[in-house]
């Protein structure tokens, strides 16, 4: 099945900085790929996704790219914000069914 | 919009107990998930419901879990006997039907076996 990989586990930024989270995957046939933001003690909230069609989508401080014949993708933030301070959550899907394999998680802590 | 609700938000049991937890997606959304996540790790799927039918539940521990969806809205997850590592948070999702991508997760019902 599909093994997502995740890194780092954990980073701190200071505020205004870049950040950047890297997931790879494992099945050729993935074609979908969200980001999830999860504070504490709330569920996963999604924050962006991009499909095997495109190569990167950006939206306000927030983007993604995805290269397909290396099998990874990236989350980018540029000018952080302390409110960013969450655990994020990449993952990957194929198919009808849409199952979602997630990776292991980031914890991102921006610094005010 | 209402998001998806889950209840209880928490419970605390003992080993070998049982316990159950109840979810309503979103009004509509005909495609169901449970995942358990454990502390520290993302979250992992263990059944999905497509209406009231079941499309994959090959990573539910059916000798202790269950879940159904009677009436393809509303779902029941439950777990008898409860074991020590199946503290987590069982988190429940939907999605608008079959090939829909975007998944809306709840809050999740927090998990403490003693």
């Known amino acids: 099945g599909e093994n997502v990989e995740q890194h780092p586990s954990t980073l701190s930024v200071q505020e205004g900085d870049s950040a950047v989270i890297k997931c790879t995957y494992s099945d050729s046939a993935s074609n979908y790929f969200p980001w999830y933001k999860q504070e504490l003690g709330k569920g996963p909230q999604l924050i962006i996704d991009?499909?095997?069609?495109?190569g990167e989508k950006k939206d306000q401080r927030i983007a993604v790219t995805l290269n397909k014949t290396a099998k990874h993708f990236s989350l980018h933030i540029t000018e952080t914000q302390p409110e960013d301070s969450a655990v994020y959550f990449c993952?990957?899907?194929?198919?009808?069914?849409?199952?979602?394999?997630f990776g292991s998680g980031t914890q991102l802590t921006v610094l005010p | 919009e209402a998001g998806v609700a889950q209840s209880p938000r928490y419970k605390i049991i003992e080993k070998r107990q049982s316990v159950a937890f109840w979810c309503n997606p979103i009004?509509?959304?005909?495609?169901l998930y449970w995942y358990q996540q454990i502390l520290g790790q993302g979250p992992k799927l263990l059944i999905q419901?497509?209406?009231?039918?079941?499309?994959?539940d090959s990573q539910l521990p059916k000798d202790r879990f269950s879940a159904e969806r009677l009436k393809g809205v509303d779902s029941t997850l439950k777990i008898q006997p409860a074991k020590l590592e199946d503290s987590a948070v069982y988190l429940c999702?939907?999605?608008?039907?079959?090939?829909?991508?975007?998944?809306?997760f709840g809050p999740g019902t927090r998990l403490l076996v003693l």
């Open positions: 991009i499909r095997s069609n495109v």
């Open positions: 993952a990957a899907s194929k198919g009808s069914a849409r199952q979602l394999t």
């Open positions: 419901f497509q209406n009231n039918g079941v499309v994959d």
């Open positions: 009004s509509g959304h005909a495609t």
């Open positions: 999702a939907s999605s608008t039907g079959t090939g829909a991508e975007t998944q809306y």
